[in-house]
Structure formats: C-alpha cells, structure tokens
T-cell receptor, first 113, second 116 residues
Framework: RKEVEQDPGPFNVPEGATVAFNCTYS??????FFWYRQDCRKEPKLLMS???SGNEDGRFTAQLNRASQYISLLIRDSKLSDSATYLC??????????????FGTGTQLKVEL | NAGVMQNPRHLVRRRGQEARLRCSPM?????VYWYRQLPEEGLKFMVY????????ESGMPKERFSAEFPKEGPSILRIQQVVRGDSAAYFC??????????????FGPGTRLLVL
C-alpha cells in the first residue's frame, strides 16, 4: 500500500463547479498535512495546511480526519486558473529534527468553459 | 527576499557523465531537502540536510548519488555515471530553523535533467 494515495483524475469540471479531492495516508504517526498545487512543469506551491478543525481560505476548504487517516480539499466556484495538479503531502518530524514530506502522486484538475 | 534558487534549470548529460545540481535555500533557512519527480509520478523524498550534516538520506539511491550542504555555498546533489533512468525533475526545498515553522517547505523551480 502506498504511504499517501490520491485519485489521479483527471477531474474535468465546468467553471463554477464545486470539486472535492480526497487523500488517504497509511502512517498514523504523521503529524502535519498539506495541500500543494503544481502547475505543469513548475515547482509545487503550498496551497494550505490542513488541520483537524478544518480550515478555509477563500474558495478552498481543507479537512483532516485523523481517525480515518483521510484528508480532503474542496474547491468552490472553480475558475479556469484552478486547473493544475493538486498534491497531498503528509509530514513526519524526524528524530534528528527537520521534516520529511511524503507526497501523493497528485490529482489533476481541468476546469473548462 | 529571493526564494529558493536552483541551477541549472535544465541539464543535458550523456550516459556515464556526472551531473551536479545546485540549490541555494531561502535567506535564513538552514534546512534543505531534495526531491525527485519522475515523469508522470509524484515527488519522492531523497535527502534532508542541515549545514554540513546529512540528517536523513533514506530516499537516496545507494549508489552514484550523493548530497552535501557545506558551511559556505549552496547545497549540491551529485549524480555520478548518469543513466537514462536518472532523467527527472529534481526539486530542492528549504525550511526555516525555528521549530514552529520548520514543517513548511518552500520549493525551488527545479532542475530538469535529461540523460541522452
């Protein structure tokens, strides 16, 4: 089983739609969680951190369920510019300090007119 | 405040040559991470370094790959005797030293290595 699993998509949605991505992780010792966005041939950019209480940033809402080891990202009123690959990342704090991010393979979103 | 810098952005090597990839972390960041992204695959952790120390290299291939982060200068990822399978995008990330913000990693633009 992969450490972090995501549905690869692609998700093709019309502009204005609401779309949800899911991510599951296998290591229960994971301590923090993130969603990154990666445009084609570019570096990943941090979209948002994910907390158990849920967090919202404009049209984006992220949720964490530690019991089910599940992370979600909801995008409301999707825009053409939201088209990208969304990477789920799970963080372990290393014994010597520092962090190790494990990424899912990403979910591709295409927003269409 | 300049972000994470990587150079070269594109690197072409023939099989058997050496590849050197450089990464300068964001100003004030003392933690550097290297990741590899193969075509159509996710990012894979390779190594985590602090100044002059390798903290975790559990993702590094056992042979031909090495990394360093000297006291002065950028972090270097070195691949000896490259093979076609080494063709990938190599991303560097950095994070600040303070514990509270350490978990947030900022990525450089990557080096795209093509082995002919």
């Amino acid at each position: 089983r992969k450490e972090v699993e995501q549905d690869p998509g692609p998700f093709n949605v019309p502009e204005g739609a609401t779309v949800a991505f899911n991510c599951t992780y296998s290591n229960s010792a994971s301590q923090s969680f993130f969603w990154y966005r990666q445009d084609c041939r570019k570096e990943p950019k941090l979209l948002m951190s994910v907390y158990s209480s849920g967090n919202e940033d404009g049209r984006f809402t992220a949720q964490l369920n530690r019991a089910s080891q599940y992370i979600s990202l909801l995008i409301r009123d999707s825009k053409l510019s939201d088209s990208a690959t969304y990477l789920c990342a799970v963080n372990l704090i290393l014994t010597g300090g520092g962090n190790k991010l494990t990424f899912g393979t990403g979910t591709q979103l295409k927003v269409e007119l | 405040n300049a972000g994470v810098m990587q150079n070269p952005r594109h690197l072409v090597r023939r099989r058997g040559q050496e590849a050197r990839l450089r990464c300068s972390p964001m100003k004030g960041h003392s933690h550097v991470y290297w990741y590899r992204q193969l075509p159509e695959e996710g990012l894979k952790f390779m190594v985590y370094l602090q100044k002059e120390n390798i903290i975790d290299e559990s993702g590094m291939p056992k042979e031909r790959f090495s990394a360093e982060f000297p006291k002065e200068g950028p972090s270097i990822l070195r691949i000896q005797q490259v093979v076609r399978g080494d063709s990938a995008a190599y991303f560097c990330a950095s994070s600040p030293p303070d514990f509270r913000n350490q978990e947030t990693q900022y990525f450089g633009p990557g080096t795209r290595l093509l082995v002919l």
